[in-house]
């Protein structure tokens, strides 16, 4: 789950990380007034969870709190459009901050290693909107230190890390005691990944993290209640958002052919299976094991959500979910969503003889295989 | 012969009494699996299902020599429940549960890997079972059929669909292996590969991946090795970069752990990949006569 940009930096200085000082505003007057603690020399950003919001005009610095506060005023309840987020998002608060003077600028993350097993600690002293080039033509200036489970990170290593990416003097143990910080609050916050890009260094010799992104283990929120009342709001689509509320593992793609299955493979299967015949899957959808009727039943609600949507497939292999649950499901939610759209089911395994009898002589079109199904579809939905 | 679970394995079924636990715990005695114990704090003492119920692991070790472990309690224990198998001197451990934080998982990881005494296979897996001896796991034991095919994948369901495609082919499996679909599986790819290899009942392997980690690609260059063939299908082909697919594993991110990355690594190292589920039993069938094992 990923944090705003105001959630990351507080939970950051909950740590001991240096941020710039700022708070949160939902309005005009609110952001005014924090301008004007800060002293007038702010910049604004929206908080929307989405890539390119500088481009979208989501950005932009001030040096009096009257301008800062009108275009906050502005920016809230405005939908912001990016090449990264073409459906756009709504801007609900805004980060109020006071402007950082910058020196150079470093990149600092942590986040799992899944090829090592362990906690990946990545530095380079050549931050900043680039990192993403820095990394593929020359890989070698990202300095990379793993981080042992049980004994965390060693001082020398974390000096010989902030040496060997080239930092000068002035940033040498501020950087140190950053990559600790990070690592502690990586660990004792679940998070899957933190990443300051700039940590800046400023005139007067200052570490800072001047940006933040922090995601967290959705796994893991049962132990921070906190962000788990949050949740809903860090979709990024307002259907995935829907889905987050449901507890349903749904992923909006764009097409126009619905998609529901039952394990996260088999689905992922099903959308190959959609494209290699020609369409174009409008989303993930996987029911879980063991669904009943009620849950199927709100999966294929929140499918049709999508209007793109011109066809359903539903593939299932019965395990713990049983065939004619699924099968009840479905036509519960044809009588009472009043699905009007071409429906193709593909049910095997547990109770999928059941299953389908209940389907037989209703509109929806069975099918054999995963293959089959997905031909039937494409061809119903041209 | 098969690998890690046969007619000998006893079971003890840690979380049996909750909802969960006690159906897949019916279906494994029913399939013939030696369910010897479960273990549920508090509940000792009683019977479930006709096996005893303990209150520890240590407990249910001593009193049947129970050799295995399966895991159905919740996410939020479930690392406490592994390490209490460690501790208890089981050698084999399942762990079925789905949503184990990450950070859980990669302490228990490392540590069963310093002691080197248990190896624990998932979390968020299907299970393990070697056809007509041991079902340790919540597939549907009908589809399965004994036969030379080794089977290790990253699905359930993906799983069921391949076997059962294999199984109408008359092409049974000495062991289906689920390493289970979470970013930091207890038991990868390779190590599995390395057992069905050692194995001498199984013949060929089916190796089930998807998009996410590098595993596949690591696992691609053992092969090469292995004088055994290996038939691959990797799910998540067309899934858009930087999208999460509800496995915490099937991440995309950059070049690495892409489906194309996976395919052609296999490809290279003399794996057959099927681009349909349904290809797998023709290949499978093609690799078996050129080495003259027919079936």
């Given amino acids: 789950m990923k944090l705003h940009e105001y959630q990351s930096k507080d939970l950051l200085s909950r740590f001991g990380v240096a941020v710039p000082r700022g708070e949160v505003a939902t309005n005009r007057e609110e952001a005014t007034k924090i301008a004007e603690e800060l002293g007038g020399n702010v910049v604004v950003k929206a908080q929307v969870l989405m890539g390119g919001r500088g481009k979208a005009g989501g950005v932009k610095l001030f040096t009096n709190a009257a301008e800062a506060g009108e275009f906050a005023g502005n920016l809230i309840g405005k939908k912001l459009v990016s090449i990264q987020n073409p459906a756009g998002m709504i801007v609900e608060k805004v980060l109020v901050g006071e402007t950082v003077d910058i020196a150079e600028e470093y990149y600092l993350s942590v986040l799992l290693d899944r090829a090592a097993q362990k906690l990946l600690v990545m530095l380079s002293k050549e931050g900043g909107m680039e990192i993403e080039q820095v990394a593929e033509e020359r890989p070698e200036a990202i300095v990379r230190l793993n981080v042992d489970p049980a004994w965390g990170l060693c001082d020398f290593e974390v000096r010989d890390a902030v040496l060997a990416a080239g930092l000068p003097k002035a940033a040498q143990s501020q950087m140190a005691k950053m990559i600790k910080q990070l690592v502690k609050a990586t660990i004792e916050t679940d998070a899957e990944m933190i990443e300051i890009n700039p940590v800046a260094l400023t005139p007067d010799g200052k570490l800072i993290a001047a940006d933040a992104k922090v995601s967290i283990d959705e796994n893991a929120l049962f132990r921070y209640p906190d962000f788990q009342s949050t949740q809903s709001d860090s979709a990024e689509d307002p259907i995935e958002a829907e889905a987050a509320r449901r507890g349903i593992a749904y992923v909006r793609l764009g097409g126009e052919v619905g998609i529901m299955g039952n394990g996260a493979g088999l689905v992922m299967c099903s959308l190959d299976e959609v494209n290699a015949a020609g369409g174009k899957p409008a989303n993930f959808l996987d029911v879980g094991g063991g669904a009943k009727a009620e849950r199927v039943k709100s999966c294929l609600e929140l499918i049709l959500m999508d209007d793109n949507v011109k066809g359903l497939l539903i593939n299932i292999f019965g395990g713990i979910t049983r065939g004619e649950e699924v099968a009840k499901g479905i036509l519960e939610g044809f009588s009472s969503l009043n699905i009007d759209l071409p429906v193709v089911a593909r049910i095997e395994g547990t109770g999928a003889a059941e299953g389908l009898a209940l389907l037989e002589g209703t509109k929806i079109v069975p099918a054999a295989t995963m293959q089959e199904a997905a031909q039937k579809i494409v061809a119903l939905t041209r | ?295």
């Fill in chain 2, 1 to 295: 012969m098969a690998i890690l679970v046969d007619k000998s394995t006893k079971v003890v079924v840690c979380g049996m009494t909750g909802r969960e636990g006690s159906f897949h715990t019916g279906q494994m005695i029913e399939y013939g699996t030696q369910v010897v114990a479960g273990v549920t704090p508090g509940k000792g003492g009683t019977d479930h299902l006709g096996v005893p119920v303990f209150n520890t692991v240590k407990e249910a070790v001593v009193a049947t020599g129970a050799n295995a472990a399966l895991i159905f309690v919740p996410a939020p224990y479930a690392a406490d429940s592994v390490l209490e198998c460690e501790a208890a001197g089981i050698p084999f451990v399942t762990l079925i549960t789905e949503g184990v934080p990450t950070l859980d998982m990669l302490r228990v990881a490392n540590r069963l890997k310093a002691n080197g005494t248990t190896r624990l296979l998932g979390g968020n897996c299907a299970g393990i079972i070697t056809p007509g001896e041991c079902k340790m796991g919540i597939m549907p034991g009908h589809i399965f059929s004994q036969g030379p095919i080794g089977m290790v994948s990253r699905s359930g369901t993906l799983t069921y669909e391949i076997v059962w495609e294999l199984t109408r082919a008359g092409l049974g499996q000495t062991t289906c292996v689920g390493i289970g679909g979470d970013p930091i599986p207890g038991t990868r790819f390779i190590e599995v590969l390395e057992m069905f290899e050692n194995d001498p009942a199984t013949k060929a392997v089916v190796m089930v991946g998807e998009i996410g980690g590098t595993d596949e690609e690591t696992a691609a260059a053992y092969i090469s090795k292995m004088t055994k063939p290996v038939v691959a299908f990797i799910s998540g082909r067309t899934a858009p970069p930087g999208k999460r697919m509800g496995h915490a594993g099937a991440i995309v991110s950059g070049n690495l752990g892409t489906a194309q990355s996976k395919v052609d690594a296999l490809l290279a190292n003399g794996a057959l990949v099927a681009d349909k589920t349904s290809d797998v039993p023709g290949l499978i069938q093609s690799v078996m006569s050129k080495i003259g094992a027919g079936v």
